[in-house]
């Protein structure tokens, strides 16, 4: 149980470009998503919190009109990296909390990995 | 605030020896604690989790974490380690909006 699926895995395109990810929990509902990026050998660094139905909160330095995050449904979130440029390049890991208490831990995706030419 | 500390970025153990990944954590409230594995070019999968109910975990793949508070330590543990084991551990610390992620252990499992 707990599933969560991330797609697509690997994505190269042109600077410029925009850029959809999709986050789904497929076995759960999930009113809470979170989005992350993780560069080499480094942790996760938290960008921002997406609700279901509400706009995502995000985390300091995070450029908003640069990573747009919609929550449309109990089940799908997608993050949106819009005009990327090469220092957009990185692995971004999106996961979903399972509904309960707050002590319910987050379940993650795979993972998609962008690289801007 | 919360915060995490993973002492030893690298750990390098034998195939079959005792696997020891330290955490110490902080936190102004009572803490829930994780501990999640992560594959290279993957995700990150949940090992355990801490919630209060009892302070030895149990977890998967044979691991096992146990919680001091006195020490404020989250210790990942297993008996024996297997090739398969090799591969980037993170501690975390949170809960209902968000995890606090410490920096990661690689832990490297040679012949």
């Known amino acids: 149980g707990a599933v969560v699926s991330q797609h697509p895995s690997w994505v190269i395109c042109k600077s410029g470009t925009s850029v959809k990810i999709e986050c789904r929990s497929l076995?759960?509902?999930?009113?809470?998503m979170f989005w992350y990026r993780q560069f080499p050998k480094q942790s996760l660094m938290l960008m921002a919190t997406?609700?279901?139905?509400?706009?995502?909160?995000?985390e300091q330095g995070v450029e908003k009109d640069k990573f747009l995050i919609n929550h449309a449904s109990l089940t799908l979130s997608t993050l949106t990296v819009t005009s990327a440029h090469p220092e957009d390049s990185s692995f971004y890991i999106c996961?979903?909390?399972?509904?309960?208490?707050?002590?319910?831990?987050?379940?993650f995706g795979d993972g998609t990995r962008l690289s801007i030419l | 605030a919360q915060s995490v500390t993973q002492l030893g970025s690298h750990v390098s153990v034998s195939e079959g020896a005792l696997v020891l990944l330290r955490c110490n954590y902080s936190?102004?409230?009572?803490?829930?604690l994780f501990w999640y594995v992560q594959y290279p070019n993957q995700g990150l999968q949940l090992l355990l989790k801490?919630?209060?109910?009892?302070?030895l975990v149990k977890g998967i793949n044979g691991f096992e974490a146990e919680f001091k508070k006195s020490e404020t330590s989250f210790h990942l543990t297993k008996p024996s380690a297997h090739m398969s084991d090799a591969a980037e551990y993170f501690c975390?610390?949170?809960?209902?909006?968000?995890?606090?992620f410490g920096a990661g252990t690689r832990l490297a499992v040679h012949p």
């Open positions: 996961s979903a909390r399972t509904p309960g208490p707050r002590y319910q831990p987050q379940h």
């Open positions: 076995d759960f509902q999930a009113t809470t």
């Open positions: 997406s609700n279901e139905g509400s706009k995502a909160t995000y």
């Open positions: 936190s102004s409230v009572p803490p829930y």
């Open positions: 801490y919630t209060s109910a009892a302070t």
């Open positions: 975390a610390v949170g809960g209902y909006n968000k995890l606090i």
